[in-house]
C-alpha cells in the first residue's frame, strides 16, 4: 500500500454554454472618442426603439441616454446617422445578450452560484460607461437583482458545501475508527475470512467516499489516511504471521500423513492381519491435525485406499467362511431339533447321555462364521442345557441322603406337635374355651401344612 492517500480523480468540468457572438459590425473609419458637446444634432434615426435612448450628431458623434444624461459613447464621421446608431446599438445589444444568458442559466440551476457570481461581475465592469447604445440603466438593474441573488445563492452555496465537508470528514473518520477497532481486536482468535471481508469493505467505502465526496483538506486527508493506513498494517501484520503458522502446521500434519500413508500401504501384504494395525494408524491419523481442505482430501483418498485393500481382504475371507459354515449351520440346526428331546425325557439320566453326545457332536461341527449366527446357535442349545441343568438340581435335593434325614427329623417333630395340638384342641372345645380351640386349630393347620411341604 502506498504511504500517500491514493489520489482522487478529478472529474471533467463542462464548459459552461458557449454563447453566440453577435455579427461582426466594420470597424469605423476612426476610434470613436468623445466630441465637443456643442456640435449640432442630426435628425432622428430611423432605427426602431434607438431614438429612446441614443443620437448622433452631424459630425457623427453618438450620444446614449442614462436617466436625463447623455454620455458621448464614440464616434462614426464616415457613414451615416443610422449606420452609426446601429453600430452601438449593436454593441448594447451583445452585452444585453450576456446579461440574458447569464440570468437563465442562474434560473435553470445546475451551474455553480460562485462562478455565476464571477461572470456576473465581469459583465456589471463591462455594462458601467459601456460604448453602446440602449437601455443601459435597465441592464445595471438586472445585473444588480442577478448579483444579489447569486450571492445569496453562493452563501447557500458555500453553507451547503461546508456542511457536505464536515459530513465528509465524519465519514471518513468512522471507517477510521471502524478499521481501528478491528485492529484492536484479539486477532489471535478472530475469523480471518471474516475480518479480511470486513476490512475490504471499509477499504471499498473509503474509495468511494474519496472519488465521489467532496475534496477534503491536505492535512485532514493525510491525518486520516495515515490512521487508516495504520489500522490495516496492524491487522495484515497479524494476518500473515497467523497463515504462516498455519502454513507451518499444514505442513507438518501434510509431512506426518505422508509418512501414515506408507505404513498403511505397506500393511497390503499382511491381508486381514493388517487390520488391527490400520485400526491404530488411523488414530494416529486424527492426531495429526489439518493439512489444509485440498491437501486433507487428497491424502485422506490415498490412505482410505490402503485400508480398502485390508477390509476387501477380510471381506473375501469372511465370504469365503460364509460359504464353508453353511453345511455346519444345517448340522447344528439338525442337532438343535433333535435336542428337543432333552425336555421330553422323564429319566433324568437318560436326558443328560442324550444331551451330552449332542454337546459333543456340536463341537466336532466346528466354528460357524458370522460369529452373530454361531453365538445365536449356542444360545439356544444353552437354553436346553440350563432347563436340564435345573432338572438336576431338584431331583439331588429330593435325593439327597442328608436332606431326607433331615426331612425325616422334621416330619416326626412335626408329628409330634401335630399330636399334642389336637389333644389341646379336642380339651379347649370340652372346656368350652373358644379362644383356645381357635389358636390351637391355627397352629394345627399351619403344622399340617409345613408336613404336606416335607412329603410327609
Do not use: C
Not at 127 to 134: E, I, K, P, R, S
Not at 295 to 315: E, I, M, P, Q, V
Amino acid at each position: 500500500m502506498s504511504a500517500t492517500e491514493p489520489s482522487k480523480p478529478t472529474p471533467p468540468v463542462p464548459a459552461p454554454p458557449r454563447v453566440p457572438t453577435p455579427p461582426r459590425v466594420p470597424t469605423p473609419p476612426r476610434s470613436a472618442a468623445p466630441s465637443a458637446p456643442s456640435a449640432p444634432v442630426s435628425a432622428a434615426p430611423t432605427i426602431e426603439g434607438a431614438a429612446d435612448f441614443g443620437r448622433v450628431a452631424d459630425d457623427g458623434t453618438v450620444e446614449v441616454r442614462e436617466g436625463e444624461t447623455w454620455r458621448v459613447v464614440g464616434q462614426y464621421p464616415d457613414g451615416t446617422p443610422d449606420e452609426a446608431l446601429a453600430y452601438f446599438v449593436r454593441k448594447y445589444e451583445d452585452l444585453a445578450f450576456k446579461v440574458q444568458t447569464l440570468e437563465q442559466r442562474h434560473q435553470a440551476g445546475g451551474a455553480s452560484a460562485s462562478d455565476l457570481a464571477k461572470q456576473a461581475a465581469h459583465l456589471v465592469d463591462e455594462a458601467t460607461d459601456a460604448a453602446a447604445v440602449g437601455d443601459l440603466v435597465g441592464l445595471q438593474e438586472r445585473l444588480t437583482v442577478l448579483t444579489t441573488e447569486l450571492s445569496a445563492a453562493t452563501a447557500e452555496e458555500a453553507k451547503k458545501a461546508k456542511e457536505q465537508l464536515d459530513q465528509a470528514i465524519a465519514d471518513r473518520t468512522a471507517l477510521v475508527e471502524r478499521a481501528e477497532a478491528i485492529a484492536a481486536r484479539d486477532l489471535s482468535n478472530v475469523q480471518w475470512k471474516q475480518v479480511t471481508a470486513e476490512l475490504g469493505e471499509l477499504f471499498d467505502a473509503w474509495q468511494a467516499q474519496q472519488q465521489n465526496g467532496p475534496r477534503l483538506s491536505k492535512g485532514v486527508s493525510q491525518q486520516l489516511w495515515k490512521r487508516f493506513r495504520d489500522a490495516r498494517s496492524t491487522v495484515d501484520k497479524q494476518r500473515r504471521a497467523f497463515y504462516s503458522e498455519l502454513d507451518d502446521a499444514h505442513k507438518s500434519a501434510r509431512d506426518a500423513k505422508q509418512r501414515l500413508i506408507e505404513r498403511a500401504e505397506a500393511l497390503a501384504s499382511r491381508g486381514t492381519d493388517g487390520i488391527p494395525a490400520y485400526r491404530a494408524l488411523l488414530d494416529e491419523w486424527k492426531a495429526a491435525g489439518r493439512a489444509g481442505r485440498k491437501a486433507d482430501d487428497a491424502l485422506w483418498a490415498r490412505f482410505k485406499a490402503a485400508g480398502d485393500t485390508l477390509y476387501s481382504a477380510r471381506a473375501e475371507q469372511s465370504a469365503a467362511e460364509e460359504a464353508d459354515s453353511a453345511p455346519k449351520i444345517e448340522a447344528r440346526q439338525a442337532l438343535l431339533e433333535e435336542a428337543k428331546a432333552v425336555a421330553d425325557e422323564s429319566d433324568i439320566k437318560q436326558a443328560r447321555a442324550l444331551l451330552t453326545r449332542i454337546q459333543r457332536q456340536w463341537d466336532e461341527i466346528g466354528r460357524i462364521f458370522p460369529r452373530e449366527k454361531e453365538r445365536a446357535l449356542d444360545d439356544k442349545l444353552r437354553t436346553i442345557e440350563q432347563a436340564l441343568k435345573a432338572r438336576e438340581e431338584v431331583d439331588w435335593k429330593r435325593n439327597n441322603p442328608e436332606t431326607k434325614a433331615r426331612a425325616n427329623d422334621m416330619s416326626s417333630q412335626l408329628l409330634e406337635a401335630i399330636e399334642k395340638l389336637e389333644a389341646e384342641l379336642a380339651a379347649a372345645e370340652r372346656a368350652g374355651n373358644a379362644k383356645a380351640a381357635k389358636e390351637a386349630a391355627e397352629a394345627l393347620e399351619a403344622r399340617r401344612a409345613w408336613l404336606n411341604a416335607l412329603g410327609g
